[in-house]
């Protein structure tokens, strides 16, 4: 079944983790790279976000909406280092690497897929999480099939495993990404050596895979047929080559949400939404609200995956449980609590989030575990203290004995 696209991105997305006493001067690297620029925010360009996500979420993420003009030039006017350390008392901080032009690229020698990298974020929260976002796009005269083969083979960019000989010719031909290997180095340029991720058990070798697809009115419409369709979002949605072949089997709902004209599939390292130019909201207003407020809502839940993760490392690496208390209980406190999104959309979202992240189980798991850890601090403060009343006891005891046989003599 070949079907054209009409616009088409993906966002690969990579996870990492700043140690938090090494994070302000992390900021400092990043203000000092001529690229890279603090993203900041307005109310008036910036009304979907605005209007998308809740008080508590806008104060942590996008704190700059409310800054005045005068906050603005009081900014500009700090050194490098003053400008790391004010940012770093922030919740959250997004920047943009400016790339200076397009990169275009492609995959394989001969008859590759040609793509351009258009746009990179980095978002990093006081924790020490941070997410590198890349986003990419393919030739206008590229198919489906494209981009199937496309986030296939780019995801695993970052492996450092051995590849088979369908990885062995994958290159970004570009004065700036040669290949595979110097990508892997700027990468490394920017994140570091991502050692605490590796500690936490989290995947550093797939990139996650955020990608938007709207095909021609031609590829679907009221005469497609949808068994054939949903064979292809099966693909799309595990992120699998286009040669695959897909048995005949109904396409399983549990995790996809799906419209007239949309199919979108969630897992717990993708997020695929595939669409048709048969509704025009598709590719007008869906085609931004799905790489704005959507794709930061999805960070937003990914961020919270992690802290939970990082969370469960930290329980298990100590049994002090003074260390770990203020950590777990500001989780709780400023993210576990607070709802992200009041839109109706966002609403259904965050509940496909949650689940293919795995978020409310993994939270009563670590909540059971924080329990357990605070009934033995506190039989050990009571033992302590308990020990301390003896010996005070054992003391009184010895200086009133000492009295009264002094007494006798």
Avoid at 323 to 342: A, D, M, P, Q, S
Wanted: with cysteine.
């Amino acid at each position: 079944m070949e079907l054209k696209t009409k616009y088409q991105y993906t966002y690969f997305i990579y996870p990492y983790l700043i140690e938090k006493e090494n994070y302000t001067n992390y900021l400092y690297k990043l203000l000092k790279r001529k690229q890279c620029k603090l993203k900041l925010f307005d109310r008036k360009k910036d009304i979907q976000i605005e209007s998308y996500f809740l008080p508590e979420i806008k104060e942590k993420m996008f704190w700059s909406l409310d800054l005045n003009k005068q906050a603005l030039k009081d900014y500009e006017t700090m050194d490098t280092k003053l400008k790391a350390n004010s940012l770093s008392n922030k919740e959250c901080c997004i920047f943009e690497y400016n790339l200076q032009e397009d990169i275009p690229a492609k995959i394989g020698e001969e008859g590759g897929i040609f793509f351009d990298i258009t746009k990179m974020e980095m978002i990093c929260f006081k924790t020490g999480i941070c997410f590198l976002l890349m986003k990419t796009v393919l030739n206008q005269n590229s198919s489906f099939q494209d981009v199937l083969n496309f986030n296939y083979k780019f995801r695993d960019i970052t492996s450092q495993a051995a590849h088979t000989k369908e990885y062995e010719n994958i290159k970004i031909q570009t004065q700036k990404f040669q290949n595979m290997q110097t990508f892997a180095e700027f990468l490394s340029q920017i994140v570091g050596l991502n050692l605490q991720a590796k500690q936490i058990n989290l995947d550093t070798n797939r990139l996650i895979t955020y990608a938007y697809t709207c095909l021609k009115q031609t590829s679907w419409n009221e005469t497609t047929d949808v068994k054939l369709l949903a064979k292809e979002f099966e693909k799309y949605y595990n992120i699998l080559p286009a040669e695959e072949q897909i048995d005949d089997t109904t396409l399983n709902k549990e995790n996809i949400y799906q419209e007239k004209y949309l199919y979108c599939g969630f897992s717990n390292n993708s997020n695929m939404l595939l669409t048709s130019a048969s509704n025009i909201r598709n590719y007008t207003s869906l085609l931004f609200q799905y790489e704005n407020e959507q794709l930061y809502h999805f960070i937003y839940d990914l961020y919270k995956k992690i802290y939970l993760k990082k969370l469960n490392y930290e329980f298990k690496k100590t049994k002090n449980f003074q260390n770990i208390k203020n950590e777990f209980l500001n989780f709780v406190k400023y993210h576990w609590i607070y709802e992200v999104t009041g839109s109706q959309r966002g609403v259904l979202i965050e509940k496909y989030y949650a689940k293919v992240q795995n978020l409310e189980e993994t939270f009563v798991k670590l909540k059971s575990e924080y329990n357990l850890l605070y009934k033995e601090y506190e039989i050990e403060k009571t033992n302590k203290h308990n020990k301390w009343i003896l010996a005070l006891i054992a003391v009184i005891i010895i200086v009133d004995l000492g009295i009264i046989f002094g007494k006798m003599l």
